[in-house]
T-cell receptor, first 115, second 116 residues
């Protein structure tokens, strides 16, 4: 199993450009999450999904959109990139069955720079 | 709202010395608690978790943590540091009352440096 994979690994955007980050998991997890990691701030939740076709806002959703058309994929979109969105983005997934004690499994991250 | 405080953004220990990384949480109900490790340029990997069973939790790579309700703490320890332990460590809390989405709130992280 590949676990959680993220595409691309690195990207440089100019202000105002758009892009989509792809997260894929092959563990049949119901729940998926997008986080951003900034120095000294830990990880902050952007959006999450509790199942195919559903999405919800997290702590810092402004400037981002998401879609979960297939259970195994969770897409994060930036419609008009801003320098404040320069960050490392992590995707995570988790089982639903068995209660909420199950940990989240993380992808390797996407390093995005907006100039 | 739940929150996590990690005291010390950088901790340096000698190889073979005790590792102690501090985590205090704030939650209105008994939480679930996690420690994750992040090696350079990698994603987060679970070290251990507390889910209301035993208060002393053992994890991978010789790490353990003790849940102390009275102190609202979940400090991470390892008796003898190894060079390979150098990484960033994150404490996270999940409030069981936030529903099945089980959103995690992370601390700001502690970077562990291990010196010879």
């Amino acid at each position: 199993n590949a676990g959680v994979t993220q595409t691309p690994k690195f990207r440089v955007l100019k202000t105002g450009q758009s892009m989509t980050l792809l997260c894929a998991q092959d563990m049949n997890h119901e729940y998926m999450y997008w986080y951003r990691q900034d120095p000294g701030m830990g990880l902050r939740l952007i959006h999450y999904s509790v199942g195919e076709g559903t999405t919800a806002k997290g702590e810092v959703p402004d400037g981002y959109n998401v879609s979960r058309l297939k259970k195994q994929n969770f897409l994060l979109g930036l419609e008009s990139a801003a320098p404040s969105q320069t960050s490392v983005y992590f995707c995570a997934s988790r089982y639903r069955v068995g209660g909420i004690s199950h940990e989240q499994y993380f992808g390797p991250g996407t390093r995005l720079t907006v100039t | 709202a739940q929150s996590v405080t990690q005291l010390g953004s950088h901790v340096s220990v000698s190889e073979g010395a005790l590792v102690l990384l501090r985590c205090n949480y704030s939650s209105s109900v008994p939480p679930y608690l996690f420690w994750y490790v992040q090696y350079p340029n990698q994603g987060l990997q679970l070290l251990l978790k507390y889910t209301s069973a035993a208060t002393l939790v053992k994890g991978i790579n010789g790490f353990e943590a003790e849940f102390k309700k009275s102190e609202t703490s979940f400090h991470l320890t390892k008796p003898s540091a190894h060079m390979s332990d150098a990484a960033e460590y994150f404490c996270a809390v999940s409030d069981p009352n936030t529903g099945t989405a089980s959103k995690l709130t992370f601390g700001t992280g502690t970077r562990l440096q291990v010196t010879l």
